[in-house]
């Protein structure tokens, strides 16, 4: 665990770095020296304020709001008791009114990040099953996943939508932006940490009840539709769009079929007897 949050930060870097000397690059080509320095200190600008404020951006983005308490008790109670078995402080909750299942996290990492949930969530699964997702959830989180899902899906999606500005040309230019932004969220995120997620959720509760509350997930598309930018599919347990182009571009889960097989293979936790 200590080596992904270690690696996630290491790509968090990276992914500044070259950033900032993309910009400096375009402004020497533009004014020398000194546009070279100024478009640098704007391009770290900018990745301050992602940091900072790129998981509001994220939840205003997907329609999320602050949780009220009396809204759901167990949710909070829930979180809080799976935040302590993965051992990071409870997250933040935002609410989604959405009747399609969904979840995800956005932030910096433990202390400072935000578990969102929409209602349909919360109508569909069992609270075993709840619970074993939102350990998933957090495994991201304990692993600085968290931060490498919110820079991806921040810049693939200001990629994406920079195409719209081409007017009748908008789609030729999506074909250029959306393989780049394609290739810096397949940089950042590997589908091994939805593996590592499920095995470490696997390991504070029951690994079965998160297989089924994934297949669910995954068959929610067949019931209640879904329509957001495609370049947020890191975000879910599972991917709920369809199969068109551009969203195969941003796939990077691996096959739920080989996730389950794993989870299945694993023994459920057993609770240690009270002492008496």
Same mark, same amino acid.
């Given at each position: 665990?200590?080596?992904?949050?270690?690696?996630?930060?290491?790509?968090?870097?990276?992914?500044?770095?070259?950033?900032?000397?993309?910009?400096?690059?375009?402004?020497?080509?533009?004014?020398?020296?000194?546009?070279?320095?100024?478009?640098?200190?704007?391009?770290?600008?900018?990745?301050?304020?992602?940091?900072?404020?790129?998981?509001?951006?994220?939840?205003?983005?997907?329609?999320?709001? #602050?949780?009220?308490?009396?809204?759901?008790?167990?949710?909070?109670?829930?979180?809080?008791?799976?935040?302590?078995?993965?051992?990071?402080?409870?997250?933040?909750?935002?609410?989604?009114?959405?009747?399609?299942?969904?979840?995800?996290?956005?932030?910096? &990492?433990?202390?400072?990040?935000?578990?969102?949930?929409?209602?349909?969530?919360?109508?569909?699964?069992?609270?075993?099953?709840?619970?074993?997702?939102?350990?998933?959830?957090?495994?991201?989180?304990?692993?600085?996943?968290?931060?490498?899902?919110?820079?991806?899906?921040?810049?693939?999606?200001?990629?994406?939508?920079?195409?719209?500005?081409? &007017?009748?040309?908008?789609?030729?230019?999506?074909?250029?932006?959306?393989?780049?932004?394609?290739?810096?969220?397949?940089?950042?995120?590997? #589908?091994?940490?939805?593996?590592? !997620?499920?095995?470490?959720?696997?390991?504070?509760?029951? @690994?079965?009840?998160?297989?089924?509350?994934?297949?669910?997930?995954?068959? !929610?598309?067949?019931?209640?539709?879904?329509?957001?930018?495609?370049?947020?599919?890191?975000?879910? @347990?599972?991917?709920?769009?369809?199969?068109?182009?551009?969203?195969?571009?941003?796939?990077?889960? @691996? #096959?739920?079929?080989?996730?389950?097989?794993?989870?299945? !293979?694993?023994?459920? @936790?057993?609770?240690?007897?009270?002492?008496?």
């Amino acid at each position: 665990m200590r080596r992904r949050a270690t690696a996630n930060l290491c790509k968090a870097f990276v992914l500044v770095g070259f950033l900032v000397a993309l910009a400096a690059g375009v402004g020497w080509r533009i004014g020398g020296e000194r546009s070279a320095a100024r478009f640098a200190f704007c391009g770290l600008s900018a990745a301050i304020a992602v940091y900072w404020l790129g998981d509001r951006s994220i939840l205003g983005m997907l329609g999320a709001r #602050p949780f009220a308490l009396a809204e759901d008790p167990l949710l909070r109670s829930t979180t809080d008791k799976v935040a302590a078995q993965v051992g990071i402080p409870a997250p933040k909750l935002a609410l989604i009114e959405d009747g399609f299942p969904r979840s995800f996290v956005v932030g910096r &990492g433990p202390g400072s990040s935000t578990l969102a949930v929409s209602t349909g969530l919360l109508r569909a699964l069992r609270r075993e099953e709840l619970e074993a997702v939102i350990a998933h959830e957090l495994a991201h989180i304990r692993s600085l996943d968290v931060l490498t899902q919110t820079f991806a899906v921040l810049l693939a999606t200001m990629l994406v939508e920079l195409s719209r500005l081409g &007017g009748y040309f908008s789609r030729a230019l999506l074909f250029i932006l959306g393989p780049i932004a394609s290739a810096f969220t397949h940089a950042l995120l590997s #589908p091994r940490r939805e593996y590592a !997620a499920d095995e470490e959720a696997g390991r504070v509760s029951n @690994p079965h009840d998160l297989a089924a509350a994934l297949l669910r997930l995954d068959r !929610a598309g067949e019931l209640v539709s879904f329509a957001t930018s495609p370049t947020t599919e890191p975000l879910y @347990p599972v991917d709920p769009f369809e199969t068109d182009r551009l969203s195969r571009m941003f796939r990077t889960h @691996p #096959p739920l079929s080989e996730r389950v097989r794993r989870l299945r !293979a694993m023994d459920a @936790p057993v609770d240690e007897p009270a002492a008496t």
